[in-house]
């Protein structure tokens, strides 16, 4: 009987995990070519994997919740033919790469605890016994306030910690976009050099009109008069790729995290196709059946963040973009027009860019373009 292991694919995001949402098949089971497997829930979506063969199911390397690494077992077949098993036996191979470079894969299924001791605990001064106390309490030592000399964590330190997490409750992972958020965060505060400028939009002359359309395009408008925050920044090599075609990533709140899918090549489409196009975005983040090409390859960040309140902000950028537009609640203001003190409903905005890629004068340049596009009446 031939014997084959199918290892979790790259599912195209560039992630190293996955979580296990829902088995569709069982040890046992004869399942044809093509035919649903499982559920897994990547940083965005929940993708369903198929069965690269017809075959018998043998065993299941892994439970609901679990988290499988990219290039790990998922699930091992039986009653395979043997050019088939062959192939199989080839994926099976752990595979250290991804879309966006080297990402190391482990062979098993990773089931995290609520702490973890020691992985974060490098250069605490603890004691042997205080460390395994640590371990048995399920206290990492790197959030531990140390009270000894020198800043030496004592076995009274991890078990006041320890009575702490025992009234607050476990910890709850974070899994699928907020999971994602966390890793994109990490990375933006590890390698980005953030600057943000903010100016007021004077919009009283607009006359009717779809906000996120007008937004959309004051950023067109914006990028064709400093096309150098429509770019990626390559901070090994020290270059950029300044982009021609403008795909606009929309930051979208929602009770399980932030998604930002993407408007492709929005300068060079007309309102009417904006709105169908942002409408199908809208249900498709809604339904979680976001495609994954849907959520990469984004020039330019827009988030209307003033849907939900705040006036100005220091939006993050996530690599390898550039910039990221913020537009806050439209507010009534008084302002001096024509020589008269008027009140004026005006849009405040905060522009996030890259100092590594972006000069100052560049950023300011295309915050005003945007500015002067958006105070047009039309």
């Not at 679990?66 to 088939?84: K, Q």
């Not at 609520?114 to 309490?137: C, E, I, S, W, Y």
């Not at 914006?222 to 096309?227: F, I, K, L, T, V």
């Not at 489409?269 to 199908?280: E, N, P, S, T, Y």
Request: proline share 6%.
């Amino acid at each position: 009987m031939a014997f084959g292991v199918f290892n979790l694919p790259d599912l195209g995001e560039g992630l190293p995990d996955a979580e296990i949402v829902q088995w569709h098949v069982a040890a046992g089971d004869q399942v044809r070519k093509d035919q649903p497997l499982v559920s897994m829930e990547t940083a965005k979506a929940v993708v369903e994997i198929p069965s690269p063969y017809a075959a018998r199911v043998g065993e299941l390397h892994g439970e609901v919740g679990d988290i499988i690494t990219t290039g790990s077992p998922l699930i091992s077949f039986e009653s395979v033919a043997n050019d088939a098993a062959q192939r199989l036996t080839a994926e099976a191979r752990p595979d250290s790469g991804s879309v966006v470079g080297a990402v190391a894969v482990g062979d098993e299924v990773v089931r995290e605890p609520v702490t973890q001791v020691g992985k974060a605990a490098v250069g605490v001064k603890a004691a042997p016994a205080v460390r395994a106390l640590a371990r048995k309490l399920e206290v990492d030592l790197s959030v531990v306030t140390p009270s000894g000399k020198d800043g030496t964590i004592t076995a009274a330190d991890v078990q006041r910690v320890a009575k702490i997490f025992k009234e607050v409750g476990p910890m709850e992972l974070l899994r699928g976009p907020r999971r994602a958020m966390a890793r994109n965060m990490s990375l933006a505060h590890d390698v980005v050099v953030p600057v943000t400028v903010f100016d007021d939009a004077d919009i009283d002359a607009w006359r009717a009109g779809d906000t996120m359309m007008r937004l959309i395009r004051a950023i067109v408008a914006a990028c064709r008069a400093e096309p150098s925050l429509n770019a990626w920044y390559d901070g090994h090599a020290l270059g950029r790729r300044v982009l021609k075609k403008i795909d606009l990533g929309i930051a979208m709140d929602t009770e399980d995290g932030l998604f930002v899918p993407v408007m492709r090549d929005v300068g060079n489409r007309d309102v009417d196709d904006l709105r169908q196009g942002m409408a199908a975005m809208k249900e498709a983040v809604r339904s979680r059946n976001v495609p994954p090409e849907e959520l990469r390859g984004y020039s330019f960040t827009l988030s209307n963040f003033g849907t939900l309140g705040g006036r100005y902000a220091s939006p993050i950028i996530v690599p390898p973009t550039v910039a990221i537009l913020g537009a806050g609640r439209i507010r009534n203001a008084v302002v001096a027009a024509n020589g008269e003190a008027l009140v004026h409903a005006v849009m405040p905005l905060s522009l996030t860019f890259d100092h590594r890629a972006v000069t100052g004068g560049e950023a300011t340049r295309f915050l005003m373009a945007a500015i002067e596009d958006l105070t047009r009446p039309d």
